[in-house]
């Protein structure tokens, strides 16, 4: 177990809906990062926050939106999904410094129909 | 733009043996982090090990272990004694040490099969 919690384990639902993704940091961390994966590839990074700023942005989609919040928890808005966002998001979270290991949630199982 | 290449899609080992992973990677910085990370079929990313760059001295978890070679950007991943909870994909990735604004590089991933 990393310490680093996502919400919900599993999620179905259909084109143009939109959903969010809970993710809580291990205690301590101040960093958070949204990674995606699409089936049987690699992780994809989306965005980073650290203590509530966003600090570093990848591959996201305009549709794709995500904040952290004053106890350092973060939500990835998912918006106008289509059938290609289905995958597994993860978040992952750190201690400052690009020195730091990020340690990863379970993971959120999107499916969009 | 960093990139990291696994050129081993798929790779199986007998169980007690030994096998090694590669992993390359491009970059034009001389400091940074190289990393694997094991996804068994529960889809976990579970930390194996971690490499400094400016560490001359390979890095060792109990049956893990890497050969780093900078100057050729080269990262294998050793795995002695081969247990067949160590069927998994792993992924090789790279961090910046200086730049905020680059994030973790992950590689598509080799797909180990432990074989009973």
């Known amino acids: 177990d990393s310490g680093v919690t996502q919400t919900p384990k599993h999620l179905i639902t259909a084109t143009g809906q939109r959903v969010t993704l809970r993710c809580s940091p291990r205690?301590?961390?101040?960093?958070v990062y949204w990674y995606q994966q699409s089936l049987d590839q690699g992780l994809q990074f989306l965005i980073q926050?650290?203590?509530?700023?966003?600090?570093a942005k990848g591959n996201i989609l305009e549709r794709f939106s995500a904040q952290q919040f004053p106890d350092l928890h973060s939500e990835l808005n998912l918006s106008s999904l289509e059938l290609g966002d289905s995958a597994l998001y993860f978040c992952?979270?750190?201690?400052?410094?690009?020195?730091?290991?990020?340690?990863f949630g379970p993971g959120t199982r999107l499916l969009v129909l | 733009a960093q990139t990291v290449t696994q050129s081993q899609p798929e790779m199986s080992v007998q169980e007690a043996e030994t096998v090694t992973l590669s992993c390359t990677y491009d970059?034009?910085?001389?400091?940074?982090?190289l990393f694997w990370y094991k996804q068994p079929p529960s889809r976990q990313m579970i930390l194996v090990i971690r490499?400094?760059?400016?560490?001359?001295q390979n890095a060792t978890e109990n049956r893990f272990s890497v050969n780093f070679q900078k100057a050729a950007k080269s990262f294998s991943l050793k795995i002695s004694d081969s247990q067949l909870g160590d069927a998994a994909m792993y992924f090789c990735?790279?961090?910046?040490?200086?730049?905020?604004?680059?994030?973790?590089?992950f590689g598509p991933g080799t797909r180990l099969s432990v074989l009973p």
């Open positions: 992952a979270s750190s201690r400052e410094g690009l020195q730091e290991t990020q340690y």
């Open positions: 490499q400094e760059a400016y560490k001359q």
């Open positions: 926050y650290y203590n509530g700023e966003e600090r």
């Open positions: 990735a790279y961090r910046s040490a200086n730049n905020y604004g680059q994030n973790f590089v």
């Open positions: 205690s301590g961390d101040l960093s």
């Open positions: 970059t034009s910085e001389s400091d940074y982090y």
